[in-house]
């Protein structure tokens, strides 16, 4: 059977896109994680397919590299929104579901602008911070990121006694003063990331309750693939609403496999 499919990246987050519309592939962790693999599939960061809903424009069912279902991608929902519009489904504006639930999200002239879900709290340790912005996240401030190597600090936290069940995605970053520098390694792909969408928005509502910024405050951030940004609203520093997550989201190519 021939595959048709189509590439995406949001920051150098990369994804393999499907338009499942007529419900022919079914969640498969074999053939995802076949998919993904760099070296015998096509390549990408995670997979997903774009199924139709009867309440919404689309449905978005991801997973990630290693072929597993996984918790809500800030970076692939931008994607799936840009490849939504590219198929016509809608012109400006949508709404999706996802699964974290409902998502709203429009095209800008930065690419895709995605409304992400409430965050509700924030646990803070000491340097570090733990939250969940639709995957869970910890947050670290460290100064000269650019050498830190990101593989063995991340993976050792990720697979720490209190996070190696379920896994966590880890997020370091350094405060530029205008701008965040931040680098993830993620859980699922078990590796550094060009980006992490769901990432970069934990660390920016993670540094506003640092900073002890409240109201409607946007934070620029530069990850390795590219350039995001995020705004949200806070009253206490603990609790955020009105979280949008803004950034490029291209398309890359498209092809066809056999599977």
């Known amino acids: 059977m021939k595959l048709k499919f189509y590439k995406y990246q949001g920051a150098g987050n990369d994804f393999v896109l499907i338009d499942n519309r007529n419900a022919t592939i079914k969640v498969d962790v074999k053939l995802f994680h076949q998919l993904c693999d760099r070296r015998f599939g096509i390549g990408g960061d995670g997979?997903?397919?774009l199924q139709n809903h009867e309440d919404f424009d689309f449905e978005m069912v991801y997973a990630n590299s290693d072929g597993n279902?996984?918790?809500m991608c800030g970076n692939g929902g931008r994607c799936i929104t840009a490849f939504a519009n590219k198929?016509?489904?809608f012109s400006d504006e949508?709404?999706?579901l996802a699964v974290d639930g409902p998502h709203y999200a429009k095209m800008t002239d930065k690419g895709v602008s995605l409304h992400m879900i409430d965050v509700n709290s924030i646990e803070i340790n000491g340097d570090h911070f733990v939250l969940n912005t639709g995957s869970p996240h910890f947050v670290q401030e460290v100064l000269n990121v650019k050498h830190l190597d990101v593989f063995k600090e991340?993976?050792?936290i990720r697979y720490n006694d209190r996070f190696n069940a379920e896994g966590i995605n880890v997020n370091f970053v350094e405060d530029k003063?205008?701008?965040l520098v931040v680098r993830t390694y993620e859980r699922g792909v078990e590796d550094e990331t060009l980006a992490c969408g769901t990432g970069v928005t934990a660390v920016a509502l993670a540094m506003m309750n640092k900073k002890k910024i409240t109201g409607t405050h946007t934070t620029k951030i530069k990850a390795m693939g590219g350039d995001l940004s995020v705004t949200a609203t806070t009253t206490d520093g603990k609790t955020f609403t009105n979280v949008f997550l803004e950034g490029p989201a291209d398309y890359?190519?498209?092809g066809e496999i056999d599977i």
Do not use: A, C, W, Y
Request: cysteine-free.
């Open 154 to 156: 991340g993976r050792s």
């Open 87 to 89: 198929l016509g489904i």
């Open 252 to 254: 890359v190519f498209e």
């Open 69 to 71: 279902p996984s918790t």
């Open 177 to 179: 003063g205008d701008h």
């Open 47 to 49: 997979i997903m397919l």
């Open 94 to 96: 949508t709404n999706f």
